[in-house]
């Protein structure tokens, strides 16, 4: 299976900051990531997909880039809403696997 | 607009089974495969497999091959979930979600469902 890495495991920051998470795979997934967002409460949220093609309805603020091995999620200006875990997921090869989530904190 | 309703929270003894649905709604049911997702208390996320509701036709992660048995009613648009010869290991939540544009993104996400096994 293709084992997710993600960092960093906590994150804090201030509304209007812009923070990035990363994700690395043990193989090389082509460009097939994607990126979800999970609050409490709420249904998980699909927020990228294909490493950097962004989810319909889902603020430009959110972005992704990367490929092969290596990816990145990057919140600019963040909003209060922005705060909760993030996971990304390699879409590439079965069994479809998760990274560890990254919890992104109010500082 | 798209919503994916699961059913309740779920006590049940080691050994035993337990089925939980997924009702869908706001878009054709059997346009979009219907994925299966664990996460253990605290934990990660962990894909279970996916069902067609066109064909019936599954894939399962082989960790759950002999554990999860899917299937779906079409007339109701509701996706099923069994989970046999359960353990403590099996205490978690566990989501559906919807295969997206690409199906193996999932676009929507149920609530979770709550699984405690306990004697």
């Known amino acids: 299976d293709v084992q997710m890495t993600q960092s960093p495991y906590n994150l804090a920051a201030s509304p209007g900051e812009s923070v990035s998470i990363n994700c690395k795979a043990s193989?090389?997934?082509?460009?097939?990531l994607a990126w979800y967002q999970q609050k409490p409460g709420k249904a998980n949220k699909l927020l990228i997909y294909d490493g950097s093609t962004l989810q319909s309805g889902i603020p430009s603020r959110f972005s992704g880039s990367g490929s092969g091995t290596d990816f990145t999620l990057t919140i600019r200006s963040l909003e209060p809403e922005d705060f909760g875990l993030y996971y990304c997921q390699q879409h590439n090869e079965y069994p479809f696997t998760f990274g560890s989530g990254t919890k992104l904190e109010i500082k | 607009q798209v919503k994916l309703l699961q059913s309740g929270a779920a006590l049940v003894k080691p050994g035993d089974s337990v089925k939980m649905s997924c009702k869908a709604s706001?878009?054709?049911?059997?346009?979009?495969?219907i994925h299966w997702v664990k996460q253990s208390h605290g934990k990660s996320l962990e894909w279970i497999g996916y069902?067609?509701?066109?064909?019936?036709?599954?894939n399962y992660n082989e960790k759950f091959k002999s554990k999860a048995t899917l299937t779906v009613d079409k007339s109701s648009s509701t996706a099923y979930m069994e989970f046999s010869r359960l353990t403590s290991e099996d205490s978690a939540i566990y989501y559906c979600?919807?295969?997206?544009?690409?199906?193996?993104?999932?676009?929507?996400w149920g609530q979770g469902a709550s699984v405690t096994v306990s004697s």
């Open positions: 069902i067609n509701p066109y064909s019936g036709g599954t």
């Open positions: 193989k090389s997934i082509s460009k097939y």
């Open positions: 979600a919807r295969g997206g544009y690409n199906p193996y993104v999932m676009d929507a």
């Open positions: 706001g878009y054709t049911f059997t346009d979009y495969i």
